[in-house]
């Protein structure tokens, strides 16, 4: 909820997120904001620089520039379990700070995330695959025509486009798009990788404890972290963040 503008994002378990507009009594839908491929689990708002952020239970997080109007402008799969607690970002660092399910604190996306990062493509649909022009399953004309048996539709991560199985037969990290782990490319755009763009922009610290829930204090580098296993940790962040730890703190 954004208090100056009375604002209210909700996410839901279709994926979606509902832009609302709350005036005394009444309530007004503004727009829709679809990009997850799983339920919402967390969002979190920078009323600063009119940021949203989105986990989802696709493993993934997105950025949505809403303050410029411009959609989704950042795509960040960086966690390989359900994001369901959520959420540090520090603006002055283009930094943020996330945690799942997994039992990993992730330092994810440290390296200025607006300025070297890419905005992942949106998927393009076709009757037919955009790279060898074999028609999908459920392209009846096309298949009659050929002759042929249709395909499966898949879609490269790094150019967008429909493809089919043999046309897309590699795996490939692109980090400069979010893609921390391997997703799958189609054949050419594998081929213009290269080594140094799989160079991973992400650190990964173990938790060692089921996280549920975080809070950040950027100005002492502390962070809390709180766990289904009944822990409560306190974590020097200094290193990470770039701050001197508050004086006087104990580890008791």
Not at 105 to 122: D, W
Request: aromatic share 10%; glycine share 8%.
């Amino acid at each position: 909820y954004d208090h100056e503008t009375q604002h209210a994002f909700v996410g839901d378990y279709s994926g979606q997120i509902t832009l609302l507009k709350l005036e005394q009594n009444t309530c007004s839908v503004i727009t829709t904001l679809k990009g997850h491929e799983g339920s919402i689990t967390s969002l979190w708002w920078d009323p600063v620089q009119r940021l949203l952020f989105s986990g989802a239970s696709d493993h993934s997080i997105i950025m949505w520039d809403i303050g410029g109007r411009k959609g989704r402008t950042l795509l960040l799969q960086g966690h390989q379990y359900v994001m369901d607690s959520y959420f540090s970002y520090m603006s002055c660092k283009h930094q943020s700070l996330n945690a799942c399910s997994g039992f990993l604190i992730n330092v994810t996306y440290s390296c200025r995330l607006k300025r070297c990062r890419r905005c992942a493509p949106q998927w393009l649909e076709s009757d037919s695959c955009q790279k060898c022009e074999q028609p999908f399953f459920w392209n009846i004309k096309q298949m009659w025509d050929t002759k042929t048996i249709g395909l499966r539709q898949h879609h490269c991560r790094k150019c967008g486009q429909a493809v089919c199985g043999k046309c897309s037969t590699k795996r490939s990290s692109y980090p400069i798009m979010g893609f921390e782990f391997q997703v799958r490319v189609c054949d050419s755009c594998f081929e213009s990788i290269k080594d140094e763009d799989r160079t991973s922009l992400a650190t990964f610290h173990e938790g060692k404890h089921n996280i549920s829930h975080m809070s950040m204090d950027i100005s002492r580098g502390l962070m809390v972290t709180c766990g289904s296993d009944r822990i409560v940790k306190i974590w020097d962040m200094t290193p990470v963040v770039g701050c001197s730890l508050a004086t006087g703190f104990s580890s008791r």
